[in-house]
Nanobody
Protein backbone atom coordinates (compact mmCIF):
# COMPACT_ATOMS: atom_id res chain seq x y z
CA UNK A 1 0.00 0.00 0.00
CA UNK A 2 1.20 3.51 -0.86
CA UNK A 3 -0.30 6.66 0.57
CA UNK A 4 0.08 9.88 -1.41
CA UNK A 5 -0.61 13.40 -0.17
CA UNK A 6 -0.43 16.39 -2.50
CA UNK A 7 0.22 19.96 -1.42
CA UNK A 8 1.17 23.29 -2.91
CA UNK A 9 -1.95 24.17 -4.84
CA UNK A 10 -3.58 27.58 -4.68
CA UNK A 11 -4.67 30.66 -6.57
CA UNK A 12 -2.18 32.33 -8.90
CA UNK A 13 -2.37 34.90 -11.68
CA UNK A 14 -1.71 33.96 -15.26
CA UNK A 15 2.01 33.88 -15.93
CA UNK A 16 2.79 32.91 -12.37
CA UNK A 17 4.31 29.77 -10.91
CA UNK A 18 3.47 27.08 -8.38
CA UNK A 19 5.28 24.00 -7.16
CA UNK A 20 3.22 20.99 -6.23
CA UNK A 21 4.57 18.32 -3.92
CA UNK A 22 3.41 14.77 -3.41
CA UNK A 23 4.64 13.05 -0.26
CA UNK A 24 4.52 9.27 -0.23
CA UNK A 25 4.50 6.73 2.54
CA UNK A 26 4.14 3.00 2.69
CA UNK A 27 5.96 0.67 0.32
CA UNK A 28 9.33 1.47 -1.20
CA UNK A 29 8.87 4.68 -3.14
CA UNK A 30 11.66 3.97 -5.59
CA UNK A 31 9.81 0.89 -6.87
CA UNK A 32 7.13 3.10 -8.41
CA UNK A 33 7.01 5.33 -11.41
CA UNK A 34 5.11 8.50 -10.58
CA UNK A 35 2.71 10.63 -12.53
CA UNK A 36 0.76 13.85 -12.28
CA UNK A 37 -2.73 14.13 -13.70
CA UNK A 38 -5.35 16.86 -13.60
CA UNK A 39 -9.09 17.13 -13.84
CA UNK A 40 -11.02 20.28 -14.66
CA UNK A 41 -14.74 20.60 -13.91
CA UNK A 42 -16.81 18.64 -16.40
CA UNK A 43 -13.77 17.07 -18.03
CA UNK A 44 -12.03 13.74 -17.82
CA UNK A 45 -8.84 13.28 -15.84
CA UNK A 46 -5.89 13.90 -18.12
CA UNK A 47 -2.19 13.10 -18.09
CA UNK A 48 0.21 15.91 -17.24
CA UNK A 49 3.64 14.40 -16.58
CA UNK A 50 5.37 11.20 -15.50
CA UNK A 51 8.78 10.23 -14.18
CA UNK A 52 10.54 6.88 -14.09
CA UNK A 53 11.53 5.06 -10.90
CA UNK A 54 15.04 6.46 -10.79
CA UNK A 55 14.11 9.83 -12.24
CA UNK A 56 16.13 9.49 -15.43
CA UNK A 57 13.16 9.62 -17.79
CA UNK A 58 10.36 12.16 -17.87
CA UNK A 59 7.31 12.58 -20.09
CA UNK A 60 4.91 15.47 -20.58
CA UNK A 61 1.66 16.22 -22.28
CA UNK A 62 1.95 18.59 -25.20
CA UNK A 63 -0.08 21.19 -23.34
CA UNK A 64 2.48 21.58 -20.55
CA UNK A 65 5.75 20.70 -22.25
CA UNK A 66 8.29 23.47 -21.77
CA UNK A 67 6.34 25.01 -18.88
CA UNK A 68 6.10 22.21 -16.30
CA UNK A 69 8.88 20.09 -14.81
CA UNK A 70 8.42 16.84 -12.92
CA UNK A 71 11.11 15.66 -10.53
CA UNK A 72 11.49 13.29 -7.60
CA UNK A 73 13.62 12.92 -4.53
CA UNK A 74 13.65 9.27 -3.52
CA UNK A 75 15.45 10.05 -0.28
CA UNK A 76 12.62 12.41 0.69
CA UNK A 77 10.01 10.08 -0.90
CA UNK A 78 8.49 13.05 -2.66
CA UNK A 79 7.65 13.92 -6.24
CA UNK A 80 7.33 17.50 -7.44
CA UNK A 81 5.65 19.37 -10.26
CA UNK A 82 7.12 22.79 -10.96
CA UNK A 83 4.59 24.79 -12.96
CA UNK A 84 5.69 27.99 -14.70
CA UNK A 85 3.96 30.36 -17.10
CA UNK A 86 0.60 29.20 -15.83
CA UNK A 87 -2.48 29.76 -17.95
CA UNK A 88 -6.17 29.89 -16.99
CA UNK A 89 -6.65 26.60 -18.83
CA UNK A 90 -4.30 24.96 -16.32
CA UNK A 91 -7.00 25.39 -13.67
CA UNK A 92 -7.88 21.95 -12.32
CA UNK A 93 -7.50 19.57 -9.41
CA UNK A 94 -4.05 18.02 -9.69
CA UNK A 95 -3.45 14.43 -8.61
CA UNK A 96 -0.28 12.45 -8.16
CA UNK A 97 -0.27 8.73 -8.75
CA UNK A 98 2.06 5.75 -8.39
CA UNK A 99 2.52 2.91 -10.85
CA UNK A 100 4.30 -0.42 -10.34
CA UNK A 101 4.34 -1.03 -14.09
CA UNK A 102 6.29 2.05 -15.08
CA UNK A 103 5.64 5.44 -16.62
CA UNK A 104 2.36 5.73 -18.46
CA UNK A 105 -0.06 8.34 -19.75
CA UNK A 106 -2.95 6.02 -18.95
CA UNK A 107 -4.81 6.46 -15.66
CA UNK A 108 -5.65 2.72 -15.60
CA UNK A 109 -1.98 1.83 -15.18
CA UNK A 110 -1.62 3.68 -11.88
CA UNK A 111 -2.22 1.79 -8.67
CA UNK A 112 -2.41 4.51 -6.04
CA UNK A 113 -3.75 8.05 -6.10
CA UNK A 114 -3.67 11.06 -3.84
CA UNK A 115 -6.70 13.14 -2.93
CA UNK A 116 -5.73 16.03 -5.17
CA UNK A 117 -4.87 19.69 -4.75
CA UNK A 118 -6.71 22.57 -6.41
CA UNK A 119 -4.85 24.89 -8.75
CA UNK A 120 -6.68 27.99 -9.93
CA UNK A 121 -5.15 30.38 -12.46
CA UNK A 122 -6.85 33.74 -12.85
CA UNK A 123 -6.67 35.77 -16.04
Amino acid sequence: QVQLVESGGGLVQAGGSLRLSCAASGRVFSEYAMGWFRQAPGKEREFVAAISRGGAFTYYSDSVKGRFTISRDNAKITVYLQMNSLKPEDTAVYYCAASREGTSRNTDEYDYWGQGTQVTVSS
